[in-house]
Structure formats: C-alpha cells, structure tokens
C-alpha cells in the first residue's frame, strides 16, 4: 500500500470520486456474465481472471473477449446487463453525488448504455462499433489514468476506487485511492498504489465519507 499520498486538499478544491465498474459497484464481472449467458463462460472466464490479476495486458485481453462476445447481439447484450446487482450503497453514494462522481469503465459503452443510466453521472468508457446488430470492432480503449489526469488539471482532488489491474495506473496517479475488495481479492498492483483497502461496502462507503478534511 502507498501511504505517502492522500495527505490532504485545499479548501479550494473539490472532491471528484472515480469508480471502476466491473466487480467495484457490480457484484459480479460483466463479461464472464455475458458468456455464462450465451453458454462459452469457461473460455471468458479464464481470460477474465487473468486479466485482472495482471497476467495479460489488458488491451489484448479486452480485445480477445471482445472477438468472442462480440458475435452476439447488442441489444441482447445490453438488456442482459441492465439489471445486473449493484452495490446499493454505493449507488446510494453516487446518486447523490451526481455531479461529482465519475464511472471510468474499459467496458465497450454499446453494451452498458442502460446499465449506466443507473448511476445518473458522467461516464467515461471503451467504445465499439456497430455493424448489423453486433460489435464489429473497437474504436476507442479507455486509459483510466487520462480520466484522473483531466479532473486533477481542472484543479480537482481525486479520489479512485478500483480493483483489477488495469486500474493500477489510473490509482498511483490520483491523489487517493482506495482498493476495492468487495468481490474478490485486489490485483498485486492495484494493492500496492492503493492509499486504503476496503473488503465491505461498509468500510469503503466510511472511507468515501471521512476524504481527508480540507487544509
């Protein structure tokens, strides 16, 4: 863990959260979802788990997956994941934060766009594209650090909440970030950069409230 960070903000900055999507405020991942759904989970699922844990870039990774899923149709997919469960507290937490909460998901937007309209904040994410119902191809993959990077250059104090390895970057970059271990355990790096791990809502929902008092 890095303890040498979060040591405080200014009164003239405003806190701005930033939460990771899958596994940090789903209570399941989405893609090993989606192909339990269409019945090729152990192939998903495999990529996904070693994914999280660092063991393959992520930009291949996701890639990969998207090749495999990306064959089924969108508006399935979507619905599907539309009513995935949530961690209500910190959807709670976020609903009343609107303006000040950020979902930074390397998730593809075609297939969480009703998802996302739960949360009700801005979203920054991945980007597929289209053709015949289903995803042909990527256009854009989301670097979660150029999310932070953009808020904290406007003069805002941020705060991460991840959990896979893909998030590691974007949490040694913020000025205090917090290890999701809600669903399962945190990526090595993500632990490492990490300035607070939370294991229950609970406890990430006390460290979300008590941000470090303005200087």
């Given at each position: 863990m890095n303890l040498n960070r979060g040591a405080g903000r200014t009164l003239a900055q405003d806190v701005k959260y930033v939460f990771d999507l899958d596994g940090t405020l789903t209570r399941v991942?989405?893609?090993?979802?989606?192909?339990?759904?269409?019945?090729?989970?152990?192939?998903?699922?495999?990529?996904?788990?070693?994914?999280?844990?660092?063991?393959?870039?992520?930009?291949?990774?996701f890639l990969k997956r998207v090749g495999i899923l990306g064959q089924f149709p969108v508006n399935e997919v979507d619905q599907?994941?539309?009513?995935?469960?949530?961690f209500e507290g910190l959807l709670e937490f976020i609903q009343r934060r609107q303006s000040d909460c950020i979902v930074a998901t390397g998730n593809l937007d075609?297939?969480?766009?009703?998802?996302?309209?739960?949360?009700?904040?801005?979203?920054?994410?991945?980007?597929g594209q289209v053709v015949d119902g289903k995803v042909s191809g990527v256009t854009h993959i989301l670097r979660k650090a150029d999310v932070v990077a953009a808020l904290q250059a406007r003069g805002n104090y941020v705060v991460f909440v991840g959990d896979g390895d893909n998030d590691a970057g974007a949490m040694r970059l913020a000025d205090l970030s917090i290890a999701c271990g809600l669903v399962h355990e945190p990526a090595e790096a993500v632990i490492a950069a990490a300035d607070h791990i939370a294991y229950r809502e609970t406890g990430l929902l006390d460290l979300l409230a008590d941000v470090?008092?303005?200087a």
């Open positions: 991942e989405t893609l090993p979802l989606i192909a339990r759904h269409f019945h090729i989970e152990e192939e998903i699922a495999e990529l996904t788990e070693r994914t999280i844990r660092g063991h393959i870039p992520f930009d291949d990774s599907l994941l539309a009513d995935i469960p949530l075609v297939w969480i766009s009703t998802l996302l309209m739960r949360f009700g904040c801005q979203v920054h994410s991945s980007c470090t008092t303005p």
